[in-house]
Structures are given as structure tokens and as C-alpha cells.
């Protein structure tokens, strides 16, 4: 529960941040009370885009006018948002990386925000209310603040929201990395754990080739900053440096998973799940998907990955 701040600020009760980790249950878009999906001109185009369909037919099927409003319809049987599907007993958004600023705000609503109370209240319809990671209040100001989070994605200048879908972004990287190192530890105890013997570094003697994802080069951009990117001018990794890892707390998925003692195809699948991580990872965050070589990722341009984090 929420304990009263005495802190007089503009942020008052929630000075010191609240919890929230969005448990992908659907309850916040489902029924069975009626409400409003608000949606403005520039998040149609972005869904449109999404569906592949003309933005006047999106209009016509999912959308209706309430006012001088237009809102997302929903079922009229369940009151569920029209756009939330069922897949394999889950409920799911089929406009996730394209969801309206209302969507993403939650649950920092000013209603849910006024008070104690409200904000434990929204637990009724939101399990994942005051569990997962702290929000600061800044963050929460910010969130709460931007209503044109849709400008980078359109392409008309930069939002705000690229900045705190980057902070997301590096976070969940590292809560990827955590289990990967857990799966790893546990598999070691019958595999045997890797000797960073460095060998595997060197990708033409050692005979393979080290791919990565767009949110692991956000995440060494993040952590290690672009400007500190060393391209590979040799067959071996540009951060090893007299047979040492300069970076080994911040290494990618692939040199966590590999160990030549290890077994293979236990290392295979934990590959495809890791993948599919970033993959939906990238979905989440309406970021370019792209699984690349370490020297090409290294090369960084005006249109690397992770010189665009929105």
C-alpha cells in the first residue's frame, strides 16, 4: 500500500515514486464497465500504418465519434476494447506498439495519481499497481505529460517519449541479461562454467560469428555511450584487450550463452527464447527489429540502432 508523504512538493504523496510492472493481464481494456479509448488524428495514422489498412477504413470499422471526440468501440457484449484479442487464453493488444498515449499513460492518470487512495483503488482493476520497479516522480511527470508521444514515430521531430522508452528499454535488456546469467549458472553445474579464456573473441580462428539485437546495442549505448563504440578493425571482438573483456558486465546475449564446454543444444534453444525476448521487446517499444553481426552493428551511422531508441 501507498504510505502519506509529508513532502510538500508538486509531486506531494508520491514524492518518493510509485510501483508498477504491467502484467500484460488486459484487465485495464476490458469490461465489463463502459469507457472511452480516446485517439487523435496522428495515433489513427500510426495504426493504420499498423493494420496496412487506409486510415478511413480503420475510421469506419474500430473507431466511433463521441462529441467532438473520437473514441476506440468496443464489444458490445463484453465492453472490451475491440482492438484486444483472445491468443491461447491470454488477452492481447493488436495495436500494442501503436497504442494510444491513454493506453501508455496508464496508470498515471491524474484521477489515479490525486490521491492515496485512488492510486490503491486502481488496484482493484490493476494487479500489477504497486509491485515491479519504481517510477520517480519526474518519470511520472513526464509520462503524465506527453501527449504527442507519437512525433518520432510519424517523423516530425523528436518527443519525449523516446527518452523514457530508452530508459525501458535498457531496463528490460538488463532483466534479460539477469536470467540469461541465471539460466547459464544453473546449466554450468553439470556443463562446467566457461574459463573467459578469451578464444571465442576471436571469430575467424574460433570459426563463428557474433550476432546481436537493436535493444543490446540501445543497452551499450546506454551504459557504455555511442561515442565509446570501437569498430572491429580485426577478425577479433574490438573490446578485448590483452585477452581480457573491457565490457564483460555489459557482453551480449550471444557471449553470455556460449560456452565451448557446454552443451550445444541446450544453448540453441536458450538462443531461440532469448530472441524471442528482443523480439517482442521490440514490439513492445515500437523499435526496429534487426539481428545483426557484431561489425556491422559496430559501425555506427546517423541510422544505427542505437542512435534511435524511439
Same mark, same amino acid.
Given at each position: 500500500?501507498?504510505?502519506?508523504?509529508?513532502?510538500?512538493?508538486?509531486?506531494?504523496?508520491?514524492?518518493?515514486?510509485? #510501483?508498477?510492472?504491467?502484467?500484460?493481464?488486459? %484487465?485495464?481494456?476490458? &469490461?465489463?464497465? !463502459?469507457?472511452? /479509448?480516446?485517439?487523435? +488524428? *496522428?495515433?489513427?495514422?500510426?495504426?493504420?500504418?499498423?493494420?496496412?489498412?487506409?486510415?478511413?477504413?480503420?475510421?469506419?470499422?474500430?473507431?466511433?465519434?463521441?462529441?467532438?471526440?473520437?473514441?476506440?468501440?468496443?464489444?458490445? #457484449?463484453?465492453?472490451?476494447?475491440?482492438?484486444? %484479442?483472445?491468443?491461447? &487464453?491470454?488477452? !492481447?493488444?493488436? /495495436?500494442?506498439?501503436? +497504442? *494510444?498515449?491513454?493506453?501508455?499513460?496508464?496508470?498515471?492518470?491524474?484521477?489515479?495519481?490525486?490521491?492515496?487512495?485512488?492510486?490503491?483503488?486502481?488496484?482493484?482493476?490493476?494487479?500489477?499497481?504497486?509491485?515491479?520497479?519504481?517510477?520517480?516522480?519526474?518519470?511520472?511527470?513526464?509520462?503524465?505529460?506527453?501527449?504527442?508521444?507519437?512525433?518520432?514515430?510519424?517523423?516530425?521531430?523528436?518527443?519525449?517519449?523516446?527518452?523514457?522508452?530508452?530508459?525501458?528499454?535498457?531496463?528490460?535488456?538488463?532483466?534479460?541479461?539477469?536470467?540469461?546469467?541465471?539460466?547459464?549458472?544453473?546449466?554450468?553445474?553439470?556443463?562446467?562454467?566457461?574459463?573467459?579464456?578469451?578464444?571465442?573473441?576471436?571469430?575467424?580462428?574460433?570459426?563463428?560469428?557474433?550476432?546481436?539485437?537493436?535493444?543490446?546495442?540501445?543497452?551499450?549505448?546506454?551504459?557504455?555511450?555511442?561515442?565509446?563504440?570501437?569498430?572491429?578493425?580485426?577478425?577479433?571482438?574490438?573490446?578485448?584487450?590483452?585477452?581480457?573483456?573491457?565490457?564483460?558486465?555489459?557482453?551480449?546475449?550471444?557471449?553470455?550463452?556460449?560456452?565451448?564446454?557446454?552443451?550445444?543444444?541446450?544453448?540453441?534453444?536458450?538462443?531461440?527464447?532469448?530472441?524471442?525476448?528482443?523480439?517482442?521487446?521490440?514490439?513492445?517499444?515500437?523499435?526496429?527489429?534487426?539481428?545483426?553481426?557484431?561489425?556491422?552493428?559496430?559501425?555506427?551511422?546517423?541510422?544505427?540502432?542505437?542512435?534511435?531508441?524511439?
Amino acid at each position: 500500500m501507498v504510505v502519506m508523504n509529508s513532502d510538500n512538493s508538486k509531486f506531494t504523496w508520491y514524492a518518493e515514486g510509485l #510501483h508498477f510492472e504491467c502484467l500484460k493481464c488486459g %484487465r485495464c481494456c476490458s &469490461g465489463p464497465a !463502459e469507457g472511452y /479509448i480516446w485517439v487523435s +488524428r *496522428p495515433e489513427i495514422k500510426l495504426i493504420a500504418r499498423h493494420l496496412n489498412m487506409p486510415a478511413g477504413e480503420v475510421k469506419q470499422k474500430f473507431l466511433k465519434r463521441v462529441g467532438f471526440r473520437i473514441t476506440i468501440i468496443e464489444d458490445i #457484449h463484453t465492453r472490451d476494447c475491440i482492438f484486444l %484479442r483472445d491468443n491461447q &487464453g491470454r488477452k !492481447e493488444c493488436m /495495436i500494442y506498439s501503436v +497504442r *494510444p498515449g491513454q493506453c501508455r499513460n496508464w496508470p498515471f492518470w491524474p484521477t489515479n495519481l490525486a490521491n492515496p487512495e485512488n492510486w490503491n483503488n486502481a488496484t482493484r482493476k490493476c494487479p500489477g499497481i504497486n509491485r515491479g520497479r519504481v517510477y520517480s516522480p519526474d518519470e511520472i511527470q513526464t509520462i503524465k505529460d506527453n501527449d504527442k508521444w507519437w512525433q518520432t514515430c510519424l517523423g516530425e521531430g523528436q518527443a519525449v517519449a523516446g527518452l523514457i522508452r530508452r530508459k525501458e528499454i535498457v531496463d528490460r535488456v538488463s532483466d534479460i541479461y539477469k536470467w540469461l546469467d541465471e539460466e547459464m549458472s544453473a546449466q554450468s553445474v553439470a556443463a562446467g562454467s566457461c574459463d573467459i579464456c578469451g578464444k571465442c573473441c576471436d571469430f575467424d580462428t574460433f570459426g563463428h560469428r557474433l550476432f546481436v539485437t537493436t535493444p543490446e546495442m540501445i543497452y551499450l549505448a546506454d551504459k557504455l555511450g555511442e561515442q565509446n563504440f570501437k569498430p572491429m578493425t580485426t577478425d577479433r571482438c574490438s573490446y578485448q584487450v590483452d585477452g581480457k573483456c573491457t565490457i564483460h558486465p555489459l557482453r551480449f546475449a550471444g557471449c553470455r550463452i556460449f560456452c565451448c564446454k557446454g552443451n550445444p543444444d541446450f544453448q540453441s534453444e536458450l538462443t531461440e527464447a532469448t530472441i524471442k525476448k528482443f523480439k517482442h521487446l521490440c514490439e513492445k517499444f515500437g523499435v526496429p527489429y534487426r539481428y545483426v553481426d557484431l561489425p556491422t552493428a559496430l559501425q555506427v551511422k546517423n541510422d544505427s540502432p542505437a542512435s534511435r531508441p524511439s
